[in-house]
């Protein structure tokens, strides 16, 4: 059966500093896969999708980059985070049928 | 483009009542509907999605909702609420047109059962 990794669970960096967050899908191949982004009392914000390797396109121009090493990896990057990237990040997966199949997230504290 | 509202932002009911969740959405043609739910710090569930046929769909956890065109809706229904239902709530549709921007989520509802 297909899984879907996160981590971290939780994180908290300071400003200025970068940030990584990894998601791996297994069980598939060529999976497509999103980024989200949750703020608080604010719905979900789809940041970048992936349909394959090193293919990537971005919803929202903002201080994140996402990368697609591998099929089944997606990277979820900045340089500097900012106050303003606080939130919950989720990862998903999704295939020739639509509907996705979600992470169970990361919440990101910039302090 | 495609678009959802979930017009109640919160939703309170006691523990056993009835429960309608209200969406409404806007595409040009036949939609995929879904529903989620995300409990506090998880990821998002499916609880049941709409492609075709029967417009009234089973889902987990005890949850239907039916799929109205003439009122463009997907309301989420459950008979009786049970304290661990509270969480929030978001609908989605998706284009049939197989791009991979797939899903578009409303803002969410949340909900609080009491005792």
């Known amino acids: 059966s297909q899984t879907i990794h996160q981590w971290p669970a939780t994180l908290v960096q300071p400003v200025g500093s970068p940030l990584s967050l990894e998601c791996t899908v297994e069980g598939t191949s060529n999976p497509n896969l999103y980024w989200y982004r949750q703020a608080a009392g604010r719905g979900l914000q789809l940041l970048f999708y992936?349909?394959?390797?090193?293919?990537i396109s971005s919803e929202v121009p903002q201080n994140l980059s996402a990368s697609r090493p591998q099929d089944r990896q997606f990277i979820l990057s900045s340089k500097k985070l900012l106050l303003s990237d606080s939130g919950f990040y989720l990862c998903?997966?999704?295939?020739?049928?639509?509907?996705?199949?979600f992470g169970s997230g990361t919440r990101l504290t910039v302090v | 483009a495609q678009s959802v509202t979930q017009p109640d932002i919160h939703i309170t009911v006691s523990e056993g009542a009835s429960l309608e969740l209200r969406c409404n959405y806007s595409?040009?043609?036949?939609?995929?509907l879904f529903w989620y739910v995300q409990s506090p710090g998880q990821g998002l569930q499916l609880l049941l999605k709409?492609?075709?046929?029967?417009?009234l769909v089973q889902g987990i956890k005890g949850f239907e909702a039916e799929f109205k065109r003439s009122q463009s809706s997907f309301n989420l229904r459950k008979p009786s609420v049970h304290w661990s239902d509270a969480a929030e709530y978001f609908c989605?549709?998706?284009?049939?047109?197989?791009?991979?921007?797939?899903?578009?989520f409303g803002s969410g509802t949340q909900l609080t059962v009491l005792p």
């Open positions: 998903a997966w999704g295939q020739q049928g639509p509907g996705y199949t």
């Open positions: 992936s349909v394959g390797i090193g293919q």
């Open positions: 989605a549709v998706a284009s049939a047109s197989g791009s991979a921007r797939q899903l578009t």
């Open positions: 709409y492609f075709s046929g029967d417009t």
């Open positions: 595409y040009g043609a036949t939609p995929y």
